[in-house]
């Protein structure tokens, strides 16, 4: 059986930092790359930051030189550093294994100005 768990987010005074973690199991991490998402109320789902097997990695304009995706294969564990929030990044977070559709559960962040 798949599962990718997520921790972390909650609620962040703008400016300030969060760390999302994805654990999976079931799939053999090492051979997938990774991606976090979020979908704020009322918009559609959107690509934050992925990182391929081979640790490439591609994020979305609006956080460059705020977030940051690694990767620990030991640990099955994708994360997402997010610093410097701003209030527009606001929304649930997911991550998702590259072309599969074994995503998490999905976490809240909110960051109020």
């Known amino acids: 059986q798949v599962q990718l768990v997520q921790s972390g987010g909650g609620l962040v005074q703008a400016g300030g930092s969060l760390r999302l973690s994805c654990v999976t199991s079931?799939?053999?991490?090492?051979?997938?790359?990774m991606g976090w998402y979020r979908q704020a109320p009322g918009k559609q789902r959107e690509l934050v930051a992925s990182?391929?097997?081979?640790?490439?990695?591609n994020s979305a304009d609006s956080v460059k030189g705020r977030f940051s995706i690694s990767r620990d294969n030991a640990k099955n564990t994708v994360y997402l550093q997010m610093n410097s929030l701003k209030p527009e990044d606001t929304a649930v977070y997911y991550c998702?294994?590259?072309?599969?559709?074994?995503w998490g559960q999905g976490t809240q962040v909110t960051v109020s100005s």
């Open positions: 998702n294994a590259d072309l599969t559709e074994f």
């Open positions: 079931g799939i053999t991490f090492s051979n997938y790359g």
């Open positions: 990182i391929s097997w081979r640790g490439i990695i």
